[in-house]
């Protein structure tokens, strides 16, 4: 694992950058928020999506740990300007946008979330997670799916088609291999909160660490999918006080337990600890 005591929470929210205006509000909503100086900045505001953030740490507004910021990919070039940036307000964390080489990763000054988005960058995957200052792994759909020359990474029905699903898999197993935060992607239809629940559902349950959202009524749900229900507290909680520190093969309440039960156990009890967490500190 990379040097950090970073453990942020699981429901994370992108903010355009040169939307200073909606930070504090992405703040109250999120556990982290992402400023983005990339995709969500038009071309012609590059320039004042910097100033904007240089704004934000000036005045005091810009809170450190809850905060990652998204720079342009490393052939951009907007790059230099955002990692100068960077330099200058001491960042702690960035996102590094469709990252694709490990030497361009190695040679930020920062903890870094690397965003795989592009084929060269999913190809990359464990050799991406692998880096030291590498803290987390996240994966993007549609820029994957422009960069193999398709056109739609979804099913009419919302489904993730296969390549997609491969993307992911291979995302969250690489972020996992080199024991990184691994974070599920976006969901793009804001209004389809059943869809999205059911998405989150399964990024809890593969064990993503994380989902991003791209509108504040999202994160409500992300939330809820990554607090454990109260009954399977209790069942977790039962579990381990009568294993104790004995972790072989037993019966509990008439079913077989062994070791992947247990840990299955110890995480639901650390979910709802890191969401109480959350809440109290916002």
């Known amino acids: 694992m990379p040097e950090t005591r970073w453990q942020p929470g699981p429901a994370w929210l992108f903010c355009p950058a040169d939307r ?3 930070y504090t509000k992405a703040l109250a909503a999120a556990d982290v928020v ?3 100086l990339e995709d969500a900045v038009a071309p012609d505001r590059k320039a004042a999506a910097r100033d904007a953030l240089h704004g934000l740490v000036a005045d005091g507004t810009f809170h450190r740990d809850r905060t990652v910021v998204r720079v342009n990919a490393a052939d951009s070039p907007e790059h230099p300007a955002d990692l100068a940036l960077a330099d200058e307000l001491a960042l702690d964390r960035l996102m590094l946008a469709k990252a694709e080489h490990p030497d361009a990763v190695a040679a930020l000054r920062h903890e870094v979330i690397v965003l795989l988005e592009t084929p060269r960058g999913v190809a990359h995957a464990v050799d991406l997670a692998a880096q030291a200052n590498v803290i987390g792994v996240m994966w993007g759909a549609d820029d994957l799916i422009a ?14 088609r296969d390549v997609a699903v491969h993307a992911r898999s291979q995302s969250l197993i690489a972020a996992k291999a080199a024991g990184r935060l691994a974070l599920d992607s976006v969901y793009m239809d804001i209004p389809d909160l059943d869809g999205l629940r059911a998405e989150a559902d399964d990024a809890v349950a593969c064990g993503f660490d994380a989902k991003v959202a791209i509108h504040p009524t999202q994160t409500t ?5 990554y607090r454990p229900a109260p009954e399977r507290l209790e069942w977790a909680r039962r579990l381990l006080a009568h294993v104790g520190t004995e972790r072989g093969v037993t019966t509990f309440e008439g079913r077989m337990v062994d070791g992947p039960i247990y840990a299955q156990a110890e995480r639901i009890v650390r979910l709802t600890a890191l969401t109480d967490d959350m809440e109290g500190g916002r």
């Open 20 to 22: 200073p205006e909606r």
């Open 34 to 36: 992402i400023v983005d």
């Open 147 to 160: 960069g193999l020359g398709g056109f739609a990474s979804r099913r009419e029905d919302g489904s993730y």
């Open 221 to 225: 749900v992300i939330r809820a999918a």
